[in-house]
C-alpha cells in the first residue's frame, strides 16, 4: 500500500471517528437535557398557589367523571424533539377541580395516576375508546 494511500485511510479513519464521537456527544446532550426536564419541580411551602392559573379561580370541589368506556389513554409530554409517553391501561374515573392544572385518573387496579391537564407542560392527550363507533363518548 502506498504512502498516499495509508494516509488516506488514517484520514477517513480519523473522520469516521470524529463524527462518530460528535454523534455521541450530542446524543449524550440530548439525553442528559431530557433528565434535566422530567425532574420534579418543587415550590417553597406557601408559594404552590404561584403554580395556577390567575384568570380562572380553582374551584375546591373535585369532580369525577366515568372513562370506563376507554380502553387506555396515553399523555405525551416533554420538548418536540424528546417526547415521552406515559399510557394508562383500564382507566376508571377521571377527577379535576375547574381551574386547576392537573387531573387525577384512577385505572383499573385502584392506581391514581396525577397527571398536567393537556396543554400545560407540553401535555397532549389520547385515548383509545372500548366502542369505536363512540371514539368520543363524553
Same mark, same amino acid.
Given at each position: 500500500?502506498?504512502?498516499?494511500? #495509508? ?41 404552590? /398557589?404561584?403554580?395556577?392559573?390567575? /384568570?380562572?379561580?380553582? /374551584? /375546591?370541589?373535585? #369532580? ?13 409530554? &416533554? ?7 406515559? @399510557? ?10 375547574? +381551574?386547576?392544572?392537573?387531573? @387525577?385518573?384512577?385505572?383499573?387496579? &385502584?392506581? !391514581? ?5 393537556? +396543554?400545560?407542560?407540553?401535555? !397532549? ?8 363507533? #363512540?371514539? !368520543?363518548?363524553?
Amino acid at each position: 500500500m502506498s504512502e498516499a494511500a #495509508k494516509a488516506a485511510c488514517l484520514l477517513g479513519g480519523l473522520f469516521v471517528l470524529f463524527v462518530g464521537w460528535s454523534a455521541l456527544m450530542d446524543w449524550l446532550d440530548r439525553r442528559r437535557a431530557a433528565k434535566e426536564a422530567a425532574r420534579p419541580i418543587v415550590l417553597p411551602r406557601g408559594r404552590a /398557589s404561584a403554580a395556577r392559573p390567575t /384568570s380562572v379561580p380553582m /374551584s /375546591s370541589e373535585l #369532580k369525577t367523571l366515568d372513562i370506563t368506556c376507554e380502553e387506555w389513554r396515553e399523555y405525551e409530554f &416533554g420538548p418536540a424533539d424528546f417526547r415521552t409517553t406515559y @399510557r394508562i391501561n383500564a382507566p376508571v374515573s377521571f377527577s379535576f377541580r375547574e +381551574g386547576g392544572t392537573t387531573h @387525577r385518573v384512577v385505572d383499573g387496579v &385502584g392506581i !391514581v395516576h396525577c397527571v398536567p391537564i393537556p +396543554g400545560r407542560e407540553g401535555c !397532549v392527550l389520547r385515548w383509545k375508546s372500548k366502542d369505536a363507533a #363512540k371514539p !368520543v363518548a363524553h
